[in-house]
């Protein structure tokens, strides 16, 4: 799957937004979008808020796990834990990115944010990196991650099954060699 | 006909309409119509871009799509001239002009149905009334036509004859009374030429009376202002107005961020309003550089003769800048002398007869390394569109300069690398700034505007056979709906 793909599942997501225009309830196939009236929140998908805004027609509020103190307790307790820790959101990643590039300014302390969110995804990936290492180490069998988001799966997910493979080639083709003989010239 | 709401009577008639807007080749026309294409954009308006560079491209992409259209916007043209006696277009077409040419044309300025003016009436405009210069041409002869009908005595005949001469010669005088008061009143009218408000800013106005308002558009108002300044379009006066006008609105946008308790992110786009010294560029380039190239500078100081440079180095000397320091990049000075470098630049000014060193002005900074003056981004701006590319038209200098004043959102902060024809990297105004790094350098030898050298002859003079710079492929662009900033 590309990181695109990704995302674009992850603009499913809902978030709330104020806008400034009214329009009546409009009926989708994914689901019924609330009426509009300005200036009361209502809960849209992401896809639509972000066009919103990019039109000028709205205010996005940041979701509730977006702000620098929860984020600092996440990040502080997923550095002690030695697993994967359950995360605010499964997209959390793709509504950041999106989020503070679209709409800073409707963000207080975006910055902070940024770096925070990027601590807990190198915090993340480094463990699954460990825990790839180990098990190609060990040459276990089966391994059981709890708590991955889509994206952190889709990063070294690839990767990790094509050296797989590969190495299974290898180790395979190692047995018939050890019978064969070489021969003298 | 000048149009008074905007909003109702220019904005909500394009909403479901196709237009072409005709764009002149100058910074300001460039900035009203990226303000307009943002308000477009946020409205899924259809719009077709034509840039034009003289009076003979502007007729002949017309000719290409009058069938096309009905509402056509012209800026930064067209409001001099008669336009429906150049253009010939028919019945239903309607005209936006949105100009700072003046002055305003007669027949623009009455014609009702096909002519609207997007300019603001408390400019100094002084058009001659209506009763002034036009006049029924039909009531004459229908009053000498009753009259002889009637009378049928050939005593009262003759009497009535009589009288009708004399009322003849009386109609007569008048009329050429009225004629020669007509061509006085009309030679006054149009003797002088002159420069009104610039159109960024009749655009920017429309987008704040509609809450559309972006830090974007204001920079673009401001923007349009400086290049009108720079350019010697408009007065001091009217400068110090006009930006006057601009600092209420900067103000006004800080202070919309400001309300939160936190400070917005440094990404984010910010501007402040300045005092700042009026040399081209010298914050990218060394001062010594910019002072030889500013217009004002040089020719104040006569540099163009050896004791014009020697006066140069005694203003150095009485500043108390090291000639070593003065002639490396500024950004590389020693700070301690940049600290009071505004205020000492400006005394010395003043003891050699430069009293206006110093101008109001805006600077604009977004990231930690991107922070320009408006007069830089009006050079930067103005040299692209004047790049004399040789496999390139005009119409590219024209979209790449468009696109440059764009880069100030987020994607500013991905330089986009596009070989010019010098092999340096130029595209953005960051690595166009760059790319001149010594305007003596012999890799830029045209891409680089002489700022002493810019002429402030506009490309639409009132002459409708003046001949316009000849570009070579003239492309048009077709934008719908679907795409997004």
Known sequence: MDAAEV?????????TIIPNFSLDKIYLIGGDLGPFNPGLPVQVPLWLAINLKQRQKCRLLPPEWMDVEKLEEIRDHERKEETFTPMPSLHYM????????????????????RTLIKDV??????KLRVSADSFVRQQEAHAKLDNLTLMEINTSGAFLTQALNHMYKLRTNLQPSDSSQSQDL | MFVSDFRKEFYEVLQSQRVLLFVASDVDALCAC?????LFQCDHVQYTLVPVSGWQELETAFLEHKEQFHYFILINCGANVDLLDILQPDEDTVFFVCDTHRPVNVVNVYNDAQIKLLIKQDDDLEVPAYDDIFRDEEEDKEHSGNESDEGSEPSEKRARVEEEIAEQTLKRRKRRDWEARRRDILFDYEQYEYHGTSSAMVMFDLAWMMSKDLSDMLWWAIVGLTDQWVQDKITQMKYVTDVGILQRHVSRHNHR??????ALSVDCMRISFEYDLRLALYQHWSLHDSLCNTCYTAARFK???????????EFLADVGLPLKQVKQKFQSMDVSLKENLREMIEESANKFGMKDMR??????????????????????TMSLMESPEKDGSGTDNFIQALDSLSRNQVS???????????????????????AWSSPSSSCVPHSRPSPAASAPTSSFPRGPSSTAPSWRARQTLCCSPGQLP
Not at chain 1, 121 to 126: E, G, H, K
Not at chain 2, 34 to 38: E, P, S, V
Not at chain 2, 303 to 313: F, N, T, V
Not at chain 2, 370 to 377: I, N, R, Y
């Open chain 1, 94 to 113: 793709e509504l950041t990115k999106l989020l503070l590039n679209h709409a800073s300014d409707n963000i207080p302390k975006a910055d902070e944010i």
């Open chain 2, 34 to 38: 990226k303000i307009l294409q943002a």
């Open chain 2, 303 to 313: 540099l163009w003769s050896l004791h014009g440079q020697k006066r140069l180095q």
């Open chain 1, 7 to 15: 995302e674009f599942l992850a603009e499913k997501e809902l978030v």
């Open chain 2, 412 to 434: 500013g902060l991905r330089p986009v690398m596009e070989p010019c024809a010098c092999h340096v990297s130029g595209g953005t105004w960051t690595s166009c700034i760059a």
């Open chain 2, 257 to 262: 961020h400001e309300d939160e308790e936190h």
């Open chain 2, 359 to 380: 101008i109001q002005t805006f600077s604009i900074h977004f990231g930690f390394k991107h922070k320009f003056l408006a007069s830089d981004v009006v050079f930067a």
């Open chain 1, 121 to 126: 995804w190198d915090t993340r990936i480094a």
